[in-house]
């Protein structure tokens, strides 16, 4: 097992105003230092893009082996409290709270294998 990997990726999805993005040009990386990548991945509004094949099959990442099994993927995530502290109202945390806990999660959105990934996460108080 390692402890510390050999590359640090840190990636950001941005979807575009256009409702599909080719896949082959979709992805750029810039090597910000040795061994750590910065990648920004583009999509249209009407694509649900699973971030693995997106990578493996772009021309500017195919190379990197990011859809490997060895790869973790880290993510934010995100538990909206209720209490009377909040500044919003009871019901109005509620509702936000209801909605984000029905939502899907970022794993599946972007169709991440879910035993290569490690959330983490904070509480807000709404």
Known sequence: MNALPERIAVLRVRFEHVPRVHTA??????????????????????????????????????KLGLDAPDVTYYIGRETFLRTDAGEMGRLSETLYAFLYNVSSSATGYFGLPPEQVMEVGMHIDL
């Open 25 to 62: 040009e979709c992805v750029e990386v810039a090597e910000e230092a040795p061994g750590f990548l910065r990648i920004t991945l583009r999509a249209g509004f009407m694509e649900r893009p699973c971030l693995p094949e997106r990578l493996r099959d772009a021309k500017a990442s195919s």
